[in-house]
């Protein structure tokens, strides 16, 4: 079983999916996300930062092992 974690905004709409079976912790999300919606913790991506998404799907683009699932994109 997967070990994803979820983060999910009520202000914004969206909820963010993160595998962390996938996620190998090379922080693209970080560096790509234009609002700082991510953060790496213990060499995982998080998305504590949520409710300032905008939506851009950069993060999901960005990831080289598809570790993030993004309900906008």
Excluded: F, R
Excluded at 13 to 24: E, K, S, V
Excluded at 40 to 52: H, M, Q, W, Y
């Amino acid at each position: 079983m997967a070990n994803v974690k979820s983060w999910e905004s009520e202000e914004v709409g969206c909820t963010i999916n993160i595998d962390h079976d996938l996620c190998n912790g090379d922080a693209e999300c970080v560096e790509v996300c234009p609002t700082e919606v991510y953060e790496l913790v213990d060499g995982k991506s998080t998305a504590p930062n949520i409710d300032e998404c905008i939506e851009c799907c950069a993060c999901v683009e960005a990831c080289p092992t598809n570790a993030i699932e993004h309900s906008s994109c």
